[in-house]
Nanobody, 114 residues
């Protein structure tokens, strides 16, 4: 019913940039509005999964550095990450809650290290 596939992670130096992509498919996305409900979370080693970004809302730790955007024609949601910090390291997931059910992708690893 819903499939979310994240790509774009990798190893980057502090201060660098990455753009993550979330390819969304499934019957939920027959409604274009659903793309606006896709959001991003991340999980660092030994920590709980935490919210990163959704439409009009960003976690304080990433505000002014990360930008969420969409290309509905490509059924893709992006997370542009600039001025990356070591503490941004983690596995990044896209997510949607639809009709009370949570759907997650498999995640993509981001490592920020010199």
């Amino acid at each position: 019913q819903v499939q979310l596939v994240e790509t774009g992670g990798g190893l980057v130096q502090p201060g660098g940039s990455l753009r993550l992509s979330c390819a969304a498919s499934g019957s939920v996305f027959n409604t274009r509005a659903a793309f606006y409900d896709v959001d991003w979370y991340r999980q660092a080693p030994g920590k709980e999964r935490e919210f990163v970004a959704r439409r009009y809302e960003y976690a304080p730790a990433v505000n002014d550095r990360f930008t969420i955007s969409r290309d509905n024609g490509k059924n893709t949601v992006y997370l542009q990450m600039d001025t990356l910090k070591v503490e941004d390291t983690g596995r990044y997931y896209c997510h949607i809650r639809w009709n009370g059910t949570h759907y997650w992708g498999q995640g993509t690893q981001v490592t920020v290290s010199s």
